[in-house]
């Protein structure tokens, strides 16, 4: 029986896409935080992160809901370790911390060049503040998240717990 038009995926003749699974639950995360600082009607979940968000995140969660309020592209610097490797949130928190100003600033000027929203321009202005923050955030949200999150049922030896539900898996082509 062939594959339902859709779900067919074609790359040139006798080639395989190459599939990379990693956990990188920081990956979940940003969009949850994204939802509670939206202030998004949401599942349980979504109003624990949003109590324990605290004010100062604010400061990296507005422009990022903005723009995805706006359907912008999110900032890569947003997720500054690709995930290659299993990758912890303190990992990300780090990597955070560490990012360089021109990080956030190349991102910004790639995706908006001379025309930078409003609601970006104080981050461009403190690019440190702006991941110090976006590291509080994502410390708080995960602190949250973390205690809800429970093994699938449907998990097996082949596909870890942490892959069986949505905030613990990441799939990315490489």
Sequence with gaps: MAPAPGYHLTIGKNTVPRMLVVRSPHLSLVPLMLAAAAGQPGSELV??????????AGFALAPMAAS?????????AATPMVPYADSSVGEQIERMRDASD???LNDLQRIYGAALPSYWRAAADRPRDWFASLAVGTAHAFSAAGPTTKP????????????????????SAI
């Design 102 to 104: 021109e990080m956030l």
């Design 68 to 76: 995805a309020l706006t359907g912008e592209e999110l900032v890569d």
């Design 47 to 56: 109003s624990e992160v949003r109590k324990a968000l605290p004010q100062r």
């Design 152 to 171: 699938s049922p449907n998990a097996t030896p082949t596909m870890p717990n942490a892959l069986a539900r949505p905030s613990g898996g990441v799939t």
